[in-house]
Structures are given as C-alpha cells and as structure tokens.
C-alpha cells in the first residue's frame, strides 16, 4: 500500500520556494485549539502537545482498525499550523512591532479527508482517557478554506519574519494583489525545539485579493 507523504506528495502546498508565488488553497480538515498569548508559554506548548496527541492517536487507531474507509491509505502525520492574529490591545497599540503576549492564534494539524466527525470524537474520548488534559476540551475538528493565498519559505529565526512579510507585500503590491487583513498562516516544517533558530523553516501564507 503506497503510504501519502506530504512533504513529497503536496510540495506546491508545503514546500515553497524562497520567492513568494501565488496559489489556491482549497478546503481541508484540521484539529484546531485556540490560544492566546506568548508563544514562549506553556499554554501555547500545551497546545501543540494535545494535537499532536489527538493527530497520531488518529493515525495509530486507524492503521489497527479492521474496517478502514475506503478510501484509506497510510500517510505522514501533517505539520502544525497556527494563524496568528493581535487582540484588540494590540491592534491599537500596533506601530509595526507588537507584545507577543498580546497575539491570539489558533494552532492547528491538517488530517486526512477519510476521517470522519464520528472517528475524531472516539479518538478524542480515547486520548482523554489514556492522555488526560484539560485543552482537550478545546479541541475542535472543522474545516477551513483559505482560498486565494501569496505565500513563501521564511528560513531562520520567527523574530526575522517581517523581512519575509515585507518581500511578500512587495509581490503583492507589483502583481496587483491585496492582502486581506494582518491574520497570516504559518506552517512549521521544523522542530523549534530541536533546531538552532538560524535554520528553522517555516511557510508564511496570507489571503489575498485581486
């Protein structure tokens, strides 16, 4: 059985190039918390922890099901997600830098179209029993369309990003594009935990119109 591998499978989503390029993100499924604060906190790490629990309890359970969907087949758990946004303090204070403890955000891990609302509600009841947590509670499986979007590979340290923003507004501005609003998409391709700021790569993604 061919196993699905984001990474090689969905490089136009997942691995762009260090130039911005346009694209159309049609609608998928996500786990989703959301959050607000510093990203240094531990409620945002807390976050992280319960989708990746809820995502790989996912994927386990279902290469042990004996009933699969038809549609199955095994795969790469996604990265996580988060958009970022300020709340209303840090919209009025915004000068062009910001409090981190002023963003708001929802964290998210993209699955798989062949698991259903009624899988992820037995799995988040299994991951409550063997993994407990309060975030659990905050856990939510909906889909999201992002449409059209400018987006592009952002390498080194998350404090660096507005270089990267500035380049993709430059874009915009010569292909005669709008960016929507501040809210941007970040994708995590790398373990910030595990790896030097320096070489963290991350895809930066927000909706446009014409």
Known sequence: MNKHEWRKDEKKL???GRNPGVLMVPPYRYITIKGEGSPDSQLFS???GVLFSLSYGIKMTMKKTV????AYEDYTVYPL???WDLN?????EYDGTFDKNNLVYK???RQPDFIEDKFFIEILELTKTKKPHPLLEQAVYETIEEGRCVQMMHLGPYDDEPESFEIMEKFC???????ESRVH???????FRKTVPEKLKTVLRFKVTS
Not at 67 to 70: A, F, K, L, S
Not at 173 to 179: A, P, T, V
Not at 185 to 191: A, G, H, K, T
């Open 14 to 16: 997942y691995i762009p």
């Open 46 to 48: 807390d976050c992280i």
């Open 67 to 70: 009933e699969t969907p038809r």
């Open 81 to 83: 997600e988060g958009v």
């Open 88 to 92: 209303e303090k840090g919209r009025s």
């Open 107 to 109: 964290l998210m891990i």
């Open 173 to 179: 501005r010569k292909e005669e594009l709008f960016r």
């Open 185 to 191: 998409r970040e994708i995590y391709l790398s373990d």
